[in-house]
């Protein structure tokens, strides 16, 4: 498995992650299964949410128990989590981020998490909050590292006038069917649809400032209205994946992330899949580097045009 700097620190992550939002849905026997065949696989980047949940399960504490958590099996791990999102509001508080890692680090029985994210944007955001958080987990010893989630360059720079420690990650959604990033890039001065931003820059952004671009939903097109791969609706796009999969030896779905693996930016892909057959297969575009014609091919077989 393929690994890549985290943003500007010095932790090494493999380029794809399992999101564990799922998880919750398992048995701890298939949890525990899912965990180990990640980890076979070199994937041992672990993303959770204080939000994964259903009304009585958590997704972290089904982890923890399934992976049956001590201090040797923690330390071969690199676990993430999200904060700031309520169930009708969002909280960028001081009080709610430091409550909120205090219940993920229970439900998780670790000491630490390696990297916190906030998860969307608090429209009553005080950033002054935030760091004096941000300040107390560091020194504690309970957060190592910092990041955001869904936002765009100006509300990180907001943060970062404040918050001292590098903010080394930003979790957005991207996959071949959810591209805007690279749609508004390509056409600059253009009056079509694919020209119109809605992230402000965020691709050329995290370049410049060296913050890793974590692709989420990686195998969903619109709002998460459903999986492309394997889809009848998207023929053309199917058949293109099926072609490269088939010149590399990989799955359609393993094709699409290394679509995203292949740009330069070098953005790690969460994959939220609790199929292990799936994952595994998924694991293996980790080594793999398409051509620049195949990218291409890729994108215009998913609709794009070229201006």
Not at 187 to 204: A, E, F, G, R, Y
Request: charged share 25%; aromatic share 6%.
């Amino acid at each position: 498995m393929k690994q890549l700097k985290l943003g500007t620190s010095s932790l090494e992550v493999p380029n794809i992650g399992l999101g564990c939002m799922r998880i919750k849905d398992l048995s701890k026997t298939e949890a525990e299964k899912v965990i180990r065949n990640a980890m076979d696989a070199g994937i041992n980047f672990f993303d959770h949410a204080d939000i994964y949940a259903d009304e009585n399960v958590q997704a972290d504490t089904v982890f923890a128990e399934a992976a049956g958590m001590n201090d040797d099996l923690r330390e071969k791990m690199i676990i993430q989590t999200k904060c700031g999102i309520r169930s009708r509001s969002f909280d960028f508080s001081k009080e709610h981020i430091i409550e909120s890692v205090e219940q993920s680090l229970k439900r998780l029985q670790t000491d630490y998490i390696d990297v916190l994210l906030l998860h969307r944007p608090d429209a009553l955001v005080e950033p002054e909050e935030v760091a004096e958080a941000f300040n107390e987990l560091e020194e504690s010893g309970k957060v190592k590292h910092f990041g955001v989630s869904n936002q765009n360059p100006m509300q990180i720079e907001l943060l970062k006038k404040h918050v001292k420690q590098d903010l080394i990650a930003n979790q957005l959604q991207f996959s071949i069917m959810h591209s805007g990033m690279i749609d508004a890039g390509l056409n600059v001065n253009m009056k079509n649809t694919p020209s119109i931003s809605h992230d402000d820059s965020i691709l050329d952004y995290s370049r410049l400032h060296d913050m890793t671009i974590q692709a989420w939903s990686p195998f969903q097109y619109g709002m998460m209205e459903g999986v492309f791969v394997d889809n009848d609706k998207f023929p053309e796009l199917n058949k293109q994946l099926r072609e490269i999969g088939d010149r590399y030896n990989i799955t359609p779905s393993a094709a699409a992330v290394a679509w995203i693996l292949r740009h330069p930016a070098g953005i790690q892909t969460i994959a939220g899949t609790m199929n292990t057959e799936r994952l595994t297969g998924i694991a293996k575009a980790s080594d793999v580097m398409l051509t620049r014609q195949e990218w291409y091919d890729i994108y215009l077989a998913a609709g794009n045009e070229l201006p």
